[in-house]
């Protein structure tokens, strides 16, 4: 089979792989009829991660079909369409029990796809613990806007609307307008906040938050007054929002989410950090602010599925460019380029 395999900092290709089998009782195989890519991917292509392994091959997202399956899988058979979660879970140890899949004690559990395990950005990939691990796809669902849920959707919902204490009738700025920051603008609607305010440098993206509900948009390039004082009409009597969600990653906009914080308020980091960061707790500590961070643990997916389902959950913005698997170097270079090609996550078709 063809895999996207990544060898080394900087380095990635296309190349031959054995096709997966089952090996334990408890796995699937499953035949990728899509699959995309993640901005973790690009942190380990750039060496951020250095737990990835040269000759591993990524990806951690997709659709596909149920190509066989171990003896103890009940839940699916062959020939099932199937949603891949990004985290694996064993089901039985103290944290997946929790619902916290993303902290799983097995060694076979918890981020492994694309990381320590063989990924999705192939034509085969083995599903351990499948049971636990994929969703069945509703029938006659559009699969290429469901792709989004395998990933970004539950990310934003959980590491940073449902952390940062989303509730009716709360302020919320969301730093970042990316595949993940839209994610959490899509699900904090959910939760009814009366301001959701974007903020980004790139003013495309800035124009999809508000097709997608964002209540108002601040570039910070064009904030002269600085950042704080652009936003300060948005969130009412106290010093700063409810909630701000950091979803980019980086220190300087970690360093804007602790400008923009109310008293009382909450910071859910959902950005992954390749260095370290400032924090200002000498400022914070007294103003009863809340930091969250975690990994997505995937278990709200399935009520994520019935709302995609019932069309209450509209993906369709997020996907802005089609590949073949045969263009997987393509689809990486336009989206490790987004601010010249305006990509927000790609669908790579097998």
Request: hydrophobic share 40%; aromatic share 4%.
């Amino acid at each position: 089979m063809k895999a996207l395999v990544f060898n080394g900092v900087g380095k990635i290709a296309l190349e031959d792989r054995p096709k997966p089998q089952v090996q334990d009782p408890s796995d699937a195989v499953i035949k990728l009829t899509r699959t995309t890519i993640c901005g973790s991917d690009l942190h380990i292509i750039q060496g951020h991660v250095p737990t990835v392994e040269p000759g591993r091959v990524i990806g951690h997202e997709g659709v596909g079909v149920v190509e066989s399956i171990g003896k103890d899988v009940k839940k699916f058979k062959v020939g099932d369409r199937v949603l891949i979660a990004c985290i694996t879970s064993c089901a039985t140890c103290s944290f997946c029990k929790q619902g916290k899949f993303g902290l799983c004690n097995s060694p076979t559990g918890g981020w492994r796809l694309g990381h320590t395990h063989d990924g999705t950005q192939a034509e085969y990939v083995r599903i351990l613990h499948a049971d636990a691990s994929l969703h069945a796809v509703p029938k006659g669902v559009d699969e290429r806007s469901l792709l989004v849920l395998s990933d970004i959707i539950p990310t934003g919902l959980e590491v940073g609307v449902l952390r940062g204490g989303v509730k009716p009738g709360c302020s919320v700025a969301i730093v970042g307008a990316g595949p993940v920051g839209l994610a959490a603008l899509l699900t904090a609607q959910l939760y009814s906040p009366s301001i959701i305010v974007m903020i980004d440098k790139d003013e495309g993206r800035l124009k999809v938050a508000k097709r997608m509900g964002a209540t108002h948009t601040v570039n910070p390039d064009s904030a002269k007054s600085g950042l704080k004082a652009a936003t300060k009409e948005h969130h009412g009597e106290i010093d700063g929002f409810d909630v701000v969600i950091e979803a980019v990653g980086v220190p300087a906009t970690f360093s804007a989410c602790q400008d923009l914080v109310g008293k009382g308020g909450a910071i859910a980091n959902v950005g992954v950090h390749g260095t370290k960061v400032d924090l200002r707790l000498e400022e914070l500590w007294g103003r009863g602010i809340q930091i969250t961070m975690a990994l997505v643990n995937t278990s709200t997916l399935p009520m994520l599925m019935k709302l995609f389902e019932a069309g209450k959950l509209n993906t369709k913005e997020m996907i802005t460019h089609d590949f073949k698997f045969s263009e997987m170097l393509e689809a990486y270079n336009t989206f490790g380029k987004a601010s010249e090609t305006g990509a927000l996550k790609v669908n790579i078709e097998m």
